[in-house]
């Protein structure tokens, strides 16, 4: 009989939203090895098994969470710079990533 491989899984996470980058970079490693976060809360992830790529994450933490109008403009204008929305955390914190790794900054101030 063959071996079943999971598709998704539900991890422990090693850092919290108050550590962005180390957790980006976590995001980053297991995007290397082909698991995506379908949700992310307090604690664990949900991850879906997929193809492995290089991708860049990015935690943001912009006020226009909370409108939904605001919150399409902004995730339009991060897709300009190569930013690609992923998921709105539980915590409240926006997640996307990039397949460029020389893609600008999110922007800071969603009137720019």
Do not use: H
């Not at 999971?6 to 919290?16: D, F, G, H, N, S």
């Not at 935690?59 to 929305?85: H, I, M, P």
Request: aromatic share 12%; proline share 7%.
């Amino acid at each position: 009989m063959g071996r079943v491989i999971a598709e998704e899984k539900r991890v422990w996470l090693p850092y919290r939203s108050t550590e962005p980058e180390q957790l980006a970079r976590y995001l980053e490693q297991m995007a290397a090895q082909g698991w995506y976060p379908e949700k992310i809360g307090t604690y664990t992830a949900k991850f879906r098994q997929g193809k492995p790529q290089q991708l860049r994450y990015c935690l943001d933490f912009t006020d226009v969470k909370n409108d939904e109008k605001e919150l399409q403009r902004y995730t339009a204008q991060c897709a300009g710079s190569g930013w690609r929305f992923r998921l709105k955390s539980s915590d409240g914190w926006l997640l996307f990533s990039a397949k460029d790794p020389d893609a600008r900054p999110l922007p800071a101030d969603p009137a720019l």
